[in-house]
T-cell receptor, first 113, second 116 residues
């Protein structure tokens, strides 16, 4: 089915471990985004990508790494997880024009112990 | 500085009544888009309505309408005939040209509770 998917949906890990959150979209949207959602902060942009092999930092990029070798995939890696990275992570995609809304994945709830 | 302000952390409305959720924004770019999203307790983000900066008329989508006052830089969401299923978080967002990627910002949200 067409859409945007994230995996895993839930993840528990320990401080210091590497974790990769996956995001896949089937629309061939040029733009993809990673957000984290925390109480009191709304959605904060971690990284975004304008196309394959083009990525850029958002508001809160520290501690995260992204890559985009294929248009449809945009994985987010926490190189050494910290408790402050406990959050709900949303992946989103959109086309280029200003009037195009973002489509969101279902979210990944990550807990770092 | 906050680009999107939603001053109502929480709102209550009686079922079948209308409710307005406030959103003000800050931009110096003449070309931008304004969006509202709904996030129910299940967690997904649902797109509701869009308003372009050059649109002459207020956007409407079913029970949702957007009260767009460009000079005041406000884009309030109006939900008519509230239903219990409207209880959710509502986020206002803005997308600015030309850097469409980074300049897609969200407000802190308003939690709406519809009372039976």
């Amino acid at each position: 089915d067409a859409g945007i998917t994230q995996s895993p949906r839930y993840k528990i890990t320990e401080t210091g471990r590497q974790v990769t959150l996956m995001c896949h979209q089937t629309w061939s949207h040029s733009y993809m985004f990673w957000y984290r959602q925390d109480l009191g902060h709304g959605l904060r942009l971690i990284y975004y990508s304008a196309a394959a092999d083009i990525t850029d930092k958002g508001e809160v990029p520290d501690g995260y790494v992204v890559s985009r070798s294929k248009t449809e995939n945009f994985p987010l890696t926490l190189e050494s997880a910290t408790r402050s990275q406990t959050s709900v992570y949303f992946c989103a995609s959109t086309r280029l024009a200003a009037y195009n809304e973002q489509f969101f994945g279902p979210g990944t709830r990550l807990t770092v112990l | 500085a906050q680009k999107i302000t939603q001053t109502q952390p929480g709102m209550f409305v009686q079922e079948k009544e209308a409710v307005t959720l406030d959103c003000t924004y800050d931009t110096s770019d003449p070309s931008y888009g304004l969006f509202w999203y709904k996030q129910p307790s299940s967690g997904e983000m649902i797109f509701l309505i869009y308003q372009g900066s050059y649109d002459q008329q207020n956007a409407t989508e079913g029970r949702y309408s957007l009260n767009f006052q460009k000079a005041r830089k406000s884009a309030n969401l109006v939900i008519s005939a509230s239903q219990l299923g409207d209880s959710a978080m509502y986020f206002c967002a803005m997308r600015e040209a030309p850097s469409y990627g980074q300049n897609f910002v969200f407000g802190p949200g308003t939690r709406l509770s519809v009372l039976p």
